[in-house]
């Protein structure tokens, strides 16, 4: 049986940046950035006192008046994010009718502030005195439960847990099972809240930047990444689904690849370039149209060598010139949204799909000494979008994990 191509026609984000791809996209090509001193809570005992934070966030702009209450702060970027989602791509309530919605999300611990609260007073005052609503949101697949009874999603409800890769994954994981028909329509994204229980746990780890660290992708002083949140989901169909109701395709899903490197260490890079080969051969998809990348490198030490590494393999089996393509890295303005951060790039390559522009690393100095990328740079970069082009996202996870996906301008 020969699998169904899988468009895009739907985005929704919150983000450090804001919640509209076009303002965001041009904020990333200005330099602004979305990084700032940390609000949601005392940040004294980390390493660094600044984050990617969405401030203000108001959840009634989003959501109405509705109850509020069960839900904590990751359900209510989840949710907000798929009322973005649904807006974006025409899947108003009269147009679903009682079509099934399916919703795949990545996270890496979901809301650690809630799991971390709930046992703290269970610890402390008795199992009698922990909140039934707490306990509903302990664990990683609360959001993506919370968003469906919201927005009554019948379908698949899947979430994927993946570390920085987990955003990839769920586009991945989606996008597959509209090709393979198990069904039609796919929310699929990512989300994580900043919280002061994960921030601390990576700082006592030696992950973040740090006091008067830098953190800039690929930057030879990069000291670590900084940390933030956000939610991002896109709006999969199959393509004839999308064709049979008018649906404007902002892009196409065009392969992915996943790997696992057991020992996380060098490994790394040769696992990211079997992910690449992988990606590749999933749908077809030539090397020949590739017009740029969106690196997950986040600033982090040894990471971005290790993506960089990669990147440079996978793009060397067969793609000539490959090693300078255009290379984005947007975590530099908007930090370390782990769950959230692989769906970001996502739609950042989408933007510079449409518009022939790719945002720099903004910050970048000086690469580290033998650096394999030529693409890579500060200023704004113009790609060639012909038919066909290609934009390759990827992510590594210190836990082992990578990922790589391609996402393909509308076709003519």
């Not at 009634?60 to 989840?78: A, F, H, I, M, V």
């Not at 989602?85 to 079509?99: I, K, T, V």
């Amino acid at each position: 049986m020969s699998k169904r191509a899988v468009v895009v026609t739907g985005i929704g984000l919150l983000s450090p940046l804001g919640d509209e791809l076009g303002a965001v996209h041009e904020a990333l090509l200005g330099g602004q950035s979305g990084i700032g001193p940390i609000e949601l809570f005392d940040s004294r005992l980390l390493s660094t006192q600044v984050g990617g934070e969405i401030r203000p966030f108001d959840p009634e702009r989003y959501l109405g008046e509705r109850n509020l209450r069960p839900l904590d702060r990751t359900s209510r970027l989840l949710i907000s994010a798929a009322t973005r989602a649904l807006e974006h791509s025409g899947w108003s309530p009269e147009a679903r009718g009682g079509r099934e919605l399916s919703l795949v999300v990545g996270t890496t611990y979901c809301s650690m502030h809630t799991i971390a609260e709930f046992d703290r007073r269970g610890l402390k005052l008795g199992p009698n005195y922990v909140s039934p609503f707490d306990f509903a949101n302990s664990v990683i697949n609360a959001a993506a439960g919370q968003a469906a009874i919201w927005h009554g999603f019948s379908g698949v409800n899947s979430t994927l847990g993946g570390g920085e890769t987990s955003g990839l994954q769920a586009i991945a994981y989606a996008a597959d099972l509209i090709r393979t028909g198990q069904t039609d329509v796919v929310l699929a994204g990512g989300v994580e809240e900043l919280c002061f229980e994960s921030a601390l746990a990576y700082s006592r780890a030696g992950r973040l930047a740090g006091l008067g660290g830098v953190s800039v992708p690929f930057d030879r002083r990069r000291t670590g990444f900084v940390p933030a949140e956000g939610a991002g989901l896109l709006v999969l169909e199959a393509a004839e689904v999308a064709a049979a109701r008018g649906a404007t395709v902002l892009a196409r899903i065009a392969g992915s690849g996943a790997a696992f490197a057991p020992d996380r260490s060098e490994d790394l890079a040769g696992a990211l370039a079997r992910a690449i080969d992988a990606a590749f051969a999933d749908r077809g998809a030539l090397r020949a149209d590739l017009c740029c990348v969106g690196s997950g490198a986040s600033g982090a030490r040894d990471l971005d060598r290790f993506e960089a590494a990669g990147i440079a393999r996978g793009l060397e089996n067969g793609s000539g010139n490959g090693l300078d393509l255009p290379v984005a890295a947007i975590k530099s303005r908007l930090g370390e949204a782990l769950g959230a951060s692989g769906v970001f790039q996502v739609m950042s390559l989408i933007a510079s799909l449409a518009d022939g522009r790719l945002p720099g690393v903004i910050g970048l100095e000086a690469t580290d000494d033998g650096f394999p990328l030529g693409g890579v740079s500060a200023a704004v970069q113009q790609i060639s979008v012909r038919p066909g082009a290609l934009a390759l996202a990827t992510s590594v996870s210190a836990d082992g994990p990578v990922m790589a996906l391609l996402v393909g301008a509308p076709d003519a």
